[in-house]
């Protein structure tokens, strides 16, 4: 890491005079990152969210059939690739009610951190615990937000709130098949009682080292990177908003993620990105937070 900064030292006071200067983000917004203590291993664990939960049941009455009417203030918000526009219509400071502020006040618990990205439902995506999935067919109609406590195969334990007598409401529903993005609602006794719920998009916590925006840490980034830089040392630094112009991309999101200006993403001629690549380990990344109080 060392022999990183001592290659593009020069080049980076450089460039963060040009871009304090110049550019949307400030050189004292981009030295300075914040990282939650939560890593994505840890997120994983069925029973770090069982404890969680368990918490928030005690100290915060989120319980079934518990009344709960709050709203909640968004933090930062990206779609997939860093786009500025979001699927909700939400971002930094848009007040949520109903499900969206239930499942984001869990959210933002459990990850602890505010900042997160949205993702089109495929069939083929799989739902981790913690996501907040928007299912309905239209974004400008009803939708609701259900918060997943638990994956089991094609099952998941889900809180939401019932729009209308805001009422929290704990579900089972269930993919109706691997490669489908409609869900089947069960009872207690694992009958189907309602059919073709339609998954629209998913809300997940940036991870650091996602340089390519898609949600996971993985050998896409290398490639990612190897695209957008090159493969020669000598071409580092390239700042954020010479990669993503900041007026479609929330540029800002994607700094924190990169460790720029400084590009503390390891470099080598191979493209290592983030400890954990290096050592072939998966699921040791932090999620992003966008200042100190989340």
């Known amino acids: ?38 890593t994505q291993a840890y997120s994983q664990v069925p029973y770090n969210m069982g404890q969680f939960i368990k918490g928030a049941s005690r100290y915060n009455n989120i319980n079934n059939g518990a009344s709960w009417n709050k709203t909640v203030t ?13 699927y909700s219509g939400n971002n930094n400071g848009t007040q949520l009610t109903g499900s969206q502020a239930l499942a984001r006040e869990l959210a933002e618990g459990f990850f ?8 089109i439902i495929y069939g ?7 996501d907040q999935i928007r299912i309905g067919t239209s974004r400008s109609g009803s ?28 579900t089972t529903y269930k993919k109706k098949n691997s490669s489908s993005y409609y869900l089947q609602r069960l009872n207690e006794n694992g009958t189907v009682v309602e059919d073709n719920i339609y998954m629209d998009f998913l809300i997940r916590p940036v991870k650091e ?3 390519n925006g898609d949600g996971v840490v993985n050998n896409s980034d290398k490639t990612w990177l190897k695209n957008k830089i090159g493969d020669q040392p000598s071409y580092y630094p390239v700042d954020v908003n010479t990669l993503l112009n900041p007026s479609t991309y929330s540029s800002e999101i994607f700094a924190r993620v990169a460790h ?8 080598s001629t191979y493209y290592t990105v983030g400890f954990c690549l290096a050592q072939g380990t998966a699921g040791d990344f932090r999620y992003v937070k966008m200042n100190a109080n989340g």
């Open 1 to 38: 890491m060392k022999s990183i900064k001592s290659r593009i030292a020069a080049a980076a006071v450089a460039a963060t005079a040009v871009v304090s200067a110049a550019q949307a983000i400030t050189a004292s917004a981009w030295e300075t990152f914040y990282y939650t203590t939560v």
């Open 260 to 267: 720029a200006n400084e590009w503390k993403v390891e470099y």
């Open 124 to 130: 083929s995506t799989a739902i981790e615990q913690g």
């Open 143 to 170: 939708q609701k937000t259900l918060f997943v406590a638990y994956v089991n195969g094609l099952e998941i334990d889900t809180y939401s709130l019932n729009n209308s007598t805001h009422k929290i409401e704990r």
């Open 112 to 119: 602890g951190t505010k900042t997160f990205m949205e993702k």
């Open 209 to 211: 080292y996602d340089l």
């Open 74 to 86: 968004s933090g930062a918000v990206c779609r997939s690739g860093y786009y500025k526009t979001t």
